[in-house]
Nanobody, 123 residues
C-alpha cells in the first residue's frame, strides 16, 4: 500500500509562487506515474499535471502550461509541483496521486491519492 502526503500549500499573493511536495511511503515508488489534481469549492476536480516514473514524459492542463512544473526526486520518494505566476483562480485543494500503470490525465488512471493541500491565492 502506498501512502501519499502533500505539503507546501498556503497563502500567496497573485503573481507569486509556491512549491508543493508529495511524499510517498509504504511501497515501490520509482515506477509509479504521478499526477496532480485540484478542486476548488463548488467545482469539479480537474487535472493539473502528470509525469512518468522516469520524469521523461509530462503532461499539463492548458491553463497551467508555462506556469506550473511537475518534477520528482525518486531518491526521496517525493514529487513536486512548482506553481509560478499564480492567479486567484488557481485557489484550490491540490492533491497528488500515483498510478502503477503510468501517468494519466484522468483521475481514474490513478490508484493512490493524498489528502490534499490548500493553496489560496489572494487577489
Amino acid at each position: 500500500q502506498v501512502q501519499l502526503v502533500e505539503s507546501g500549500g498556503g497563502l500567496v499573493q497573485a503573481g507569486g509562487s509556491l512549491r508543493l511536495s508529495c511524499a510517498a511511503s509504504g511501497r515501490t515508488f520509482s515506477r509509479y506515474g504521478m499526477g496532480w489534481f485540484r478542486q476548488a469549492p463548488g467545482k469539479e476536480r480537474e487535472f493539473v499535471a502528470a509525469m512518468s516514473w522516469s520524469g521523461g514524459s509530462t503532461a499539463y492542463a492548458d491553463s497551467v502550461k508555462g506556469r506550473f512544473t511537475i518534477s520528482r526526486d525518486n531518491a526521496k520518494n517525493t514529487v513536486y509541483l512548482q506553481l509560478n505566476s499564480l492567479k486567484a483562480e488557481n485557489t484550490a485543494v491540490y492533491s497528488c496521486c500515483a498510478g502503477a500503470r503510468g501517468f494519466s490525465t484522468i483521475a481514474s488512471g490513478y490508484d493512490y491519492w493524498g489528502q490534499g493541500t490548500q493553496v489560496t491565492v489572494s487577489s
